[in-house]
């Protein structure tokens, strides 16, 4: 079965600290737009500010991390 969105493989820590995604997240969403791909990743985070929906291994609701600037390009 495959799973929606873009895995997380590896994150730089300090970004990992300042917005709580870890490797293993997938973000499903971007601003509301579908991510299956880094292709949509990319093109849907070309805004200066972002809203993700991510989903975690072990969560079992999505939850919202909003990106700023430099954040969004990793």
């Not at 997240?25 to 509301?32: K, Q, S």
């Not at 849907?44 to 972002?50: F, K, L, S, Y």
Request: hydrophobic share 35%; aromatic share 2%; net charge negative.
């Amino acid at each position: 079965m495959k799973k929606n969105g873009l895995l997380i493989a590896s994150l730089d820590q300090e970004l990992a600290r300042k917005t709580g995604l870890e490797p293993g997240d997938r973000i499903v969403h971007v601003d509301g737009q579908p991510v299956e791909d880094e292709l949509d990743y990319r093109f849907h985070t070309a805004e200066d500010r972002v809203a993700l929906e991510v989903h975690g291994l072990h969560a079992k609701a999505g939850r919202l991390v909003t990106l700023k600037d430099d954040e969004t390009r990793g």
